[in-house]
Each structure stands twice: as C-alpha cells, then as structure tokens.
C-alpha cells in the first residue's frame, strides 16, 4: 500500500527555518519525480517544489526560490523541503505528492505557521 507521511511542521517566527521530511512506504522513490505542495486557508493548493528521480533537477515556485531547497535520500525512501528565512505568507498545509502511473498520491500534511 503506498503511503506518504509528512512531519517537520510546526510554529516558527519571521525569518526562522524549518525542515519538513516525507517518508514514502509502499512504493521506491527511486523512479519518480517527488513534489511538495501547500495549501493556505481559502487558497487553493500550489506546486512549491518538484525533484527529479536522482536529485539532479529541481524546480520552484517563484516566491520560495532562493529560500527552499527540496532534496531526496533514496536510501531512505524520503523527500525533504528545507525552508529557510520564513514569511508569514508561507504559513500552510504542506503536502508531499507522487504520481504513480495515472494514480496520484498525497500526504495528509503537516502545518507551517509562520508568526511572531
């Protein structure tokens, strides 16, 4: 069964970091192209960053270039979104995403505030 859980959220102040990790089971990230997404409350939810199958390429949203960095450990089955210098509008619901073929599979996400 394949399964994505997310951790690492939490309450950070303006400018602070966090490192946000999804572990996927089921299934060997190896192939496949990982995605982290966000929702904000009454926003619908964006694409904030993809990673290639070996790591090499990666792409962002334009607002968090610069301030995140998505990386993978295959050995470990695990996505992570290292976010540095927080604003307040990256305060969401973060969520790891795959495709699988014509299936795709979400976290239930973990929560980012960012407030003083």
């Known amino acids: 069964q394949v399964r994505l859980e997310e951790s690492g959220g939490g309450l950070v102040q303006p400018g602070g970091s966090l490192r946000l990790a999804c572990v996927a089971s089921?299934?060997?990230?190896?192939?496949?192209?990982m995605n982290w997404y966000r929702q904000a409350p009454g926003k619908k939810r964006e694409l904030v960053a993809t990673i290639g199958n070996n790591g090499a390429w990666t792409n962002y949203v334009y607002s968090v270039k610069g301030r995140f960095t998505i990386s993978r450990d295959n050995a470990k089955n695990t996505v992570y979104l290292q976010m540095n210098s927080l604003k307040p509008e990256d305060t969401a619901m973060y969520y790891c995403n795959v495709q699988l073929g014509l299936v795709t599979y979400w976290g239930r996400g973990t929560q980012v505030t960012v407030s003083s």
């Open positions: 089921g299934f060997t990230i190896y192939s496949y192209f």
